[in-house]
């Protein structure tokens, strides 16, 4: 396979938007549950990741090709927090394209941005989707609650003090 560039999206024209609609629809594919009503849901669904956090908004590339994306939020208000925390709206990579490490990447390039601004992220995940929730606990996300059929998991930056104290 050749490299996976992991890049900012710059700009969401039709052409972009009709892509990342195609991998969101292969990632759900089998899942259709946790993926909305269809492409019509897809569309307005990732036109509102772009409008609520364009800077965090990444998308995995070979070549010209984007074959995943990931949209980090780095203001999002959580209710559960009664604050503001990081947030990881949407994750998805084509399903010709998984199992070659591009989820890993796009994970990476998200947590490096987030942890930047905040000191928790949250995020919500199909209670089903066992391959994402053992995805995400690699990454140090835990389960901290359920509603419907979604699963909250968080992460919190490690506290310096605490590492100070346990090392020392």
């Known amino acids: 396979?050749?490299?996976?560039?992991?890049?900012?999206?710059?700009?969401?024209?039709?052409?972009?938007l009709e892509r990342l609609i195609g991998i969101y629809m292969s990632a759900y594919e089998g899942m259709r549950e946790y993926g909305g009503e269809g492409e019509?849901?897809?569309?307005?669904?990732?036109?509102?990741?772009?409008?609520?956090?364009k800077d965090g908004f990444f998308v995995a590339k070979i070549g010209d090709e984007i074959v995943g994306?990931?949209?980090?939020?780095?203001?999002?208000?959580?209710?559960?927090?009664?604050?503001?925390?990081?947030?990881?709206h949407e994750f998805a990579v084509d399903k010709k394209f998984q199992g070659h490490g591009i989820g890993h990447k796009l994970m990476e390039k998200?947590?490096?941005y987030?942890?930047?601004h905040t000191d928790k992220i949250e995020l919500w995940?199909?209670?089903?989707?066992?391959?994402a929730k053992r995805f995400y606990r690699e990454y140090g996300f835990k389960a901290v609650g359920k509603h419907g059929i979604w699963v909250r998991?968080?992460?919190?930056?490690?506290?310096?003090?605490?590492?100070?104290?346990?090392s020392g």
Do not use: H
């Open 40 to 53: 019509s849901y897809a569309k307005r669904y990732l036109r509102w990741c772009w409008s609520k956090a």
């Open 110 to 112: 998200c947590l490096e």
């Open 1 to 16: 396979m050749r490299e996976v560039r992991i890049e900012k999206l710059e700009k969401l024209d039709q052409e972009t």
């Open 125 to 131: 995940v199909g209670e089903k989707n066992e391959v």
């Open 153 to 166: 998991m968080v992460k919190e930056k490690p506290d310096k003090e605490k590492e100070t104290v346990e």
């Open 69 to 88: 994306f990931i949209v980090c939020d780095n203001d999002w208000y959580s209710r559960y927090e009664g604050r503001k925390v990081g947030a990881i």
């Open 114 to 116: 987030l942890e930047k």
